[in-house]
């Protein structure tokens, strides 16, 4: 499985993003999928994911701004992010597993600045 994220920026305070991850190799549509952000000197954080029957979990600090979803059609999951924060500030990354193999996108940065 091939992940690709995209979408990252730079955005003020207030600002939206949509970011992407589109799958290759694999379809999606049996599988969760995660959304995971790193801060510079922080550990990897979960954000959001989403089950296969459409079930969401969000972190504390995201609920009520971010909204995860999929297209299974385009084999693609969604993080539409609003009223970023600069605390939001960090490297996104979707991740899924097969078994116990996990699945890792590269990245994409998502700056949250005025």
């Known amino acids: 499985v091939q992940l690709q994220a995209s979408g990252g920026g730079l955005v003020q305070p207030g600002g939206s993003l949509r970011l992407s991850c589109v799958a290759s190799?694999?379809?999606?549509?049996?599988?969760?999928i995660g959304w995971y952000r790193q801060a510079p000197g922080k550990k990897r954080e979960v954000v959001s994911c989403?089950?296969?029957?459409?079930?969401?979990h969000y972190a504390d600090s995201v609920k009520g701004r971010f909204t995860i979803s999929r297209d299974n059609d385009k084999n693609t999951v969604y993080l539409q992010m609003n009223s970023l924060k600069p605390d939001d500030t960090a490297v996104y990354y979707c991740?899924?597993?097969?078994?116990?193999?996990?699945?890792w996108g590269q990245g994409t940065l998502v700056t949250v600045s005025s």
């Open positions: 991740h899924t597993k097969r078994g116990l193999t996990s699945y």
């Open positions: 190799g694999s379809s999606l549509d049996y599988y969760a």
């Open positions: 989403i089950s296969s029957d459409y079930g969401t």
